[in-house]
């Protein structure tokens, strides 16, 4: 109710205005019907009813609520302060604007990522199945773990007691002919139960169902070839432009023709992977095994289950899986008991985030040290604004304003300050995550959802009014305590600047100085790391000349196995014609793709395994002929293989050095070795050694790789290669036309997918540490230019506060050049004391970055080195600009004027 009248005070101030002026007018009227004259009369009624202001004023007091009324009052005068000082409220606001900004882009991203729930229903339900086996040797390798095989997902689909719903999918691709050009598309392979667990309903058609799981004919490997399938959002508006009529009708995949039953909402995935069609796994149950660890796992815990039950659950199924498979008949599956498989579920949104949680943390610290370096400034600039308003507190304090009163104003100021610095914010982070979700890593999660959203607006809101808490609490109590008239008293003409009143401002110069050096010292560590994974080699030359491309040639296109490997090979034979190609290859999949995780044990015939040990799991690739020569990887034994040994089916392999050398040695030593991957296998022929490959990146090592023929029996390893092109044209639009016009001319229905130059892959690989070098830098660069005007504030206040002495001194016969010395050398101090604080926190707090780091140390010499020169040098030159006006002070006119 009080509010309410406060709300209304001033209409019923209007409305009481009129009552008096109606009974004043109506007593004036009968005092002149009793004979007074007109002017007489209004006054006789005036007095009669008395102060009609006083009048007027207690009602105003009753219908009001005095705290809000005076801060509505400071809120007025301090917009007319700032407005009256524009310089100041604009670079304070701006200062504010970059730190609040910057905090509120980076909180965008750990908000979308890390805080904002999963877009199902109910996430914390969901779960990824996870599995390790510290038992298989080389398993480490892969950072997944290991995944699920299809015979898995039918013994844990069918026999578990914890979950909703539970399934297995893949990523890959599937070509898509007779829309347009032929297509080679993103797709995800699902099983019966995935879309069940995510429960997200489809925005039009239906779910894939088991019936829809129910193979038309055999498939790649233990998949089917089912006869339906769902599209994604995108793919839907891309293709066919929204129309909805397109439920029901068939397009051609693989060759095959399928049927839409169902879209599915914009904004859709699986975890992290963008698709552009839902297809289903149709496992052929007749040809599944127990191996076949190549799928990712969901399922949603029953309500009231917890992750420890679920894993105890997986656990009491794993050797029912053992004995209802095998690999081959006759051969237990208690193999497998020597790889010691345990389930190692976690939550869904873990799975999700991966390892960006720890950098995302660190750039927002980084980012909320420059919001520390901010307020810093604009706090000095809030006590030189309040030292020149000395005369106007002084005089509010002589008038009866109490010490809250006057504190209570400079913060009502300082508020209104942050809270435009805020809005100012808010567009700069707009932009920011505009500029991020163009240059944003690939490999950072759920980078389209990152938006501005009302949890972000809260978190502006309150760091907006925390830094003016911050920013405007120091001038406040030093301006508004009960020394006031001491200070004021100490501004006189004859009394120098005294040393309690510059004590503040060089204490937050010397914390601005020490937080940026942090901030640089953290940046530099990132760009040490960063040189230190450039200079790795990787494993091939030239990226920026190496153009890649995939091609997949399904079954139902070509049915014969022995076509595959010719159609291969002639794609290579019109790559290779193609002007400015010097040579042209294929592979499962290029370095450091990592489409797939292909590996199993290989066994050495001089290097007989002891009973009962296991030999280690190891990557494996099928290279054709000349494929090293492309891509410019070093043979450094024997040699690459041959078409002719391919055709006539000869048993010859390849192996990567750190292979040779575990095994044999030393590549030399490997030459003419044989090797196999399990007893019915022929043993194959080592005829070469290749250099070692960063398979997953540089900062990781280069795994051991045994690179297999593309034949074996008379049948292609693979029907999915990515092709890899030498010249200096990679990447040009003419030259991708080529490319595909060559490809079309062996085959017109095979599309060209993922076109990019080996430099775009490894420049992806690098993509988590050059998003966190990025970060770092803008932070140490902002850190350094909020920390360089923190110091030529300090400096120039203190020549304008000193003039009087400076044109004593060189009255006296000071030279210029002694008075420069002396205000860079008050600079060189505050830099000194920050410098030290700065590198005894950096020791301990850098340490926090070890993970992030590749190649060097937290203590990195050098980055302890160049940070504190950078700073110091970038100071002396802001200190040298106000410390040269105070040599050039004319003693005659400064004695004159004073």
Not at 89 to 94: D, E, G, I, T, W
Not at 594 to 599: D, I, Q, R, T, V
Not at 860 to 868: L, S
């Amino acid at each position: 109710m009080g509010l309410r009248r406060f709300l209304r005070r001033s209409k019923w101030d209007c409305e009481r205005l009129e009552e008096i002026e109606s009974y004043i007018q109506i007593e004036t009227d009968e005092n002149i019907a009793r004979g007074m004259s007109e002017d007489e009369a209004r006054a006789a009624a005036r007095r009669k009813f008395g102060n009609s202001t006083r009048i007027r004023e207690d009602i105003y007091d009753m219908n009001s609520i005095s705290f809000l009324d005076t801060l509505l009052r400071d809120a007025r005068y301090g917009i007319r302060v700032l407005r009256h000082n524009l310089v100041f409220s604009v670079v304070a606001a701006l200062t504010l604007a970059i730190g609040i900004g910057a905090n509120a882009a980076v909180f965008s991203v750990v908000n979308s990522v890390l805080l904002r729930p999963l877009r199902y229903p109910k996430p914390d339900e969901l779960v990824a199945l996870r599995q390790v086996a510290p038992g298989a040797a080389g398993l480490t390798n892969f950072e997944d773990g290991l995944k699920l095989s299809p015979s898995m997902y039918f013994t844990y689909a069918e026999q578990n007691r914890m979950f909703q719903s539970l399934g297995v999918w893949v990523a890959g691709t599937a070509n898509v002919t007779g829309i347009a050009e032929p297509e080679r598309v993103q797709a995800v392979y699902v099983s019966d139960g995935v879309l069940q667990a995510l429960g997200v309903p489809p925005a039009a058609g239906r779910w894939l169902s088991s019936a829809d799981q129910v193979s038309a004919g055999p498939g790649p490997g233990f998949m089917g070839q089912p006869t339906a399938l769902m599209l994604s959002y995108g793919y839907w508006q891309r293709r066919f432009g929204g129309d909805r009529s397109i439920i029901g009708r068939t397009i051609n995949v693989d060759a095959r023709s399928r049927e839409i039953v169902g879209i599915m909402p914009d904004g859709f995935r699986i975890q992290n992977t963008e698709s552009d069609l839902i297809i289903p796994a149709a496992f052929d149950r007749g040809r599944t095994i127990l191996a076949g660890f190549g799928f990712q796992g969901i399922a949603r815990l029953k309500s009231g289950v917890t992750i420890a039950e679920a894993n105890a659950d997986i656990s009491r199924m794993l050797p029912i899986w053992m004995d209802s498979w095998h690999n081959q008949p006759g051969v237990s599956g208690r193999f497998y008991e020597r790889w010691k498989i345990a389930p190692a579920i976690r939550p869904l949104r873990e799975d999700v985030v991966g390892d960006v949680r720890q950098i995302l943390w660190v750039v927002m610290g980084t980012i909320g040290l420059v919001m520390l370096i901010a307020c810093a400034n604009v706090t000095n600039l809030m006590l030189v604004r309040a030292e020149a308003r000395h005369q106007e507190l002084g005089l509010r304090s002589a008038l009866g304003a109490n010490r809250a009163r006057i504190a209570g104003g400079l913060m009502v100021e300082s508020t209104i300050l942050g809270l435009i610095g805020g809005v100012l914010g808010v567009a700069i982070a707009y932009g920011a995550l505009r500029l991020l979700t163009v240059i944003g890593p690939a490999n950072l999660p759920r980078l389209a959802e990152i938006s501005i959203d009302p949890r972000t607006l809260i978190f502006t809101l309150v760091l907006s009014i925390l830094s003016a808490l911050v920013f405007g609490l120091i001038p406040a109590l030093k301006y508004a305590g009960s020394g006031i008239s001491a200070v004021l008293g100490s501004t006189g003409r004859t009394v120098s600047a005294s040393r309690d009143r510059h004590r503040v401002r060089n204490l937050l110069v010397v914390a601005q100085v020490t937080i940026a050096l942090v901030l640089l010292v953290s940046a530099g560590l990132m760009i040490r790391t960063f040189q230190a994974l450039r200079s790795v080699d990787p494993g091939f030359t030239h990226p920026e000349y190496l153009q890649t491309m995939r091609i997949a040639i399904p079954s139902s296109l070509v049915a014969e196995p022995q076509r595959v490997l010719r159609i291969q090979n002639d794609i290579i034979e019109k790559l290779a014609a193609i002007p400015g190609v010097t040579s042209a290859g294929f592979a499962t999949e290029a370095p450091m793709e990592m489409l797939g995780s292909n590996w199993d044990s290989i066994r050495a015939e001089d290097k007989p395994a002891r009973e009962g040990e296991l030999p280690p799991l190891r990557f494996y690739k099928y290279v054709s002929p000349d494929f090293f020569r492309a891509s410019g990887t070093g043979i450094v034994g024997g040699r690459e293989l041959t078409w002719n040994e391919v055709y006539a089916d000869r048993p010859v392999v390849m192996v990567s050095e750190n292979l040779a050398r575990e095994l044999w040695g030393s590549p030399s030593a490997a030459i003419g070795k044989r090797v196999r991957q399990f007893s019915g296998m022929p043993w194959h022929e080592v005829v070469g050694v290749v250099q070692d490959v960063r398979e997953r990146g540089v900062n990781e090592k280069a795994p051991t790789i045994v690179y297999w023929s593309p034949l074996d029996g008379g049948n292609p390893w693979t029907r999915a290669a990515t092709f890899v092109i030498r010249s200096e044209r990679a990447g040009t639009a003419a030259f991708l036309e080529e490319v595909r016009r060559a490809v079309w001319s062996v085959n017109s229905n095979l599309p060209v997918a993922g076109a990019r130059t080996m430099e775009e892959i490894y420049s992806q690989s690098l993509g988590q540490t050059s998003f966190t070098l990025v970060m770092l830098a803008i932070a140490g660069v902002m850190a350094l230019l909020l920390g360089v005007i923190g110091i030529y504030g300090v400096i120039a206040y203190a020549v304008s506060q000193r003039r009087r002495e400076i044109g004593i001194r060189l009255a006296l016969g000071a030279q210029q050049r002694e008075l420069k010395r002396m205000f860079v050398r008050h600079a060189f101090v505050l830099v000194t004391i920050g410098t030290a604080l700065g590198l005894a926190t950096s020791a301990g707090l850098t340490r926090l970055m070890r993970s992030l780091l590749f190649g060097i140390s937290p203590l990195d010499p050098v980055a302890y080195a160049a940070a504190p020169v950078l700073l110091i040098v970038a100071a002396l030159l802001a200190s040298y600009v106000p410390a040269r006006r105070a040599a050039a002070v004319d003693p005659v006119e400064t004695l004159r004027l004073e």
